[in-house]
């Protein structure tokens, strides 16, 4: 009796003592020029990218989950010279060694999703132009993936096109925590800023456990072309 009592009693100051792990801290945009709109596009599309992002900060590469020409191209070529600050992650304890406070960390490398959304040029009338098209699935679990993308709404006082780059944070249910602008155009940060706090994600996991995550939305707006 007393063997089993003083057993669990180890037990318990062991989980007591353990650290606990922290959230991975995902990879964060820290500058980078936006595509252009195309000025021949006759529709809107929808392009999302998975870049891997080394834990030296470089982009290995970049991957097409869903493509929408002539868009596609414009907005793969701009995220080629972003820049991020790298993830990081507690480190793996080793097996049978003593539990370290607090636990320390390292760089890692880790996946980001971008998605850019493009409005049509005509407000109030069809356009042509080729439809989204899912192309490929995210090559980790790690990548956040959009179930649910509303369109902003054009501001009905503006005369001009422009993009704004919005920093979302993705919550481990899969919907939008909080989202900021990260690149400004005046005066369509709030259209920007009000849909992306309604997409919806399937959020992305790290070592099997659903965690927040950044992504990087691209919003488009043309400027407009009206019809009666």
Not at 34 to 40: A, G, T
Not at 42 to 55: A, H, K, Q, T
Not at 141 to 168: D, N, W
Request: hydrophobic share 45%; proline share 15%.
């Amino acid at each position: 009796m007393f063997r089993t009592i003083l057993c669990a009693a180890l037990v318990v100051q062991a989980a007591a003592t353990a650290p606990t792990p922290s959230v991975p801290v995902p990879a964060r945009y820290r500058g980078g020029v936006l595509p252009p709109i195309p000025i021949r596009a006759l529709g809107g599309g929808e392009v999302f990218l998975e870049l891997s992002v080394s834990r030296d900060s470089v982009i290995t590469g970049i991957k097409v989950l869903r493509a929408t020409p002539p868009f596609t191209d414009a907005l793969t070529t701009a995220v080629h010279g972003w820049q991020f600050m790298p993830a990081e992650q507690d480190v793996e304890p080793v097996p049978g060694a003593p539990p370290v406070s607090p636990t320390p960390r390292e760089r890692a490398d880790s996946t980001v999703l971008v998605a850019g959304m493009f409005l049509p040029p005509a407000l109030n009338a069809p356009t042509l132009g080729e439809a989204p098209k899912n192309v490929a699935a995210p090559s980790s679990l790690e990548t956040p993936f959009p179930l649910s993308t509303p369109v902003p709404l054009y501001p009905p006082r503006a005369l001009m096109g422009g993009l704004v780059l919005i920093e979302v944070r993705v919550a481990p249910g899969g919907d939008v925590a909080e989202a900021k602008v990260v690149a400004s155009w005046p005066p369509f940060d709030q259209p920007a800023l009000d849909a992306a706090l309604q997409w919806r994600f399937r959020p992305g996991r790290v070592r099997g456990l659903a965690v927040p995550k950044l992504a990087y939305l691209v919003f488009g707006f043309p400027q407009p072309v009206t019809s009666r």
